[in-house]
């Protein structure tokens, strides 16, 4: 079992900057990828961004080069930096972890924490 806590969502102006954190807890040591995704009222969920435990990432094109995914050295707690904020990043941002224990996958998220790009 992995438990997922996100934070630092808020307000804030177009063109400001924001960090999200997930803190990871219980069989971590497991982890496949770790990623962000979002939701936006009325729209589907897609993916922002996505590590590795290798470290390779992954961006959706709407925030290639405004977004940053990284993690701590434990893996244990991931973060996006959200930089050159736009109205439509406006939603809820979830925290994903996929897990690989023997051959069993399992798909975790977090409770979302919310982002609002408003002047």
């Known amino acids: 079992q992995v438990q997922l806590v996100e934070s630092g969502g808020g307000l804030v102006q177009p063109g400001g900057s924001l960090r999200l954190s997930c803190v990871a807890s219980g069989s971590i040591d497991a982890m496949q990828t770790m990623a962000w995704y979002r939701q936006a009222p009325g729209k589907q969920r897609e993916m922002v961004a996505t590590?590795?435990?290798?470290?390779?990432?992954d961006y959706g094109d709407s925030v290639k080069g405004r977004f940053t995914i990284s993690t701590d050295s434990a893996k244990s707690t991931l973060y996006l930096q959200m930089n050159r904020l736009k109205p439509r990043d406006t939603g809820t941002y979830y925290c994903?972890?996929?897990?690989?224990?023997?051959?069993?996958?399992?798909?975790?998220w977090g409770q979302g924490t919310q982002v609002t790009v408003s002047s």
């Open positions: 590590i590795t435990n290798e470290g390779r990432t």
């Open positions: 994903n972890m996929l897990t690989l224990e023997g051959w069993t996958p399992s798909d975790y």
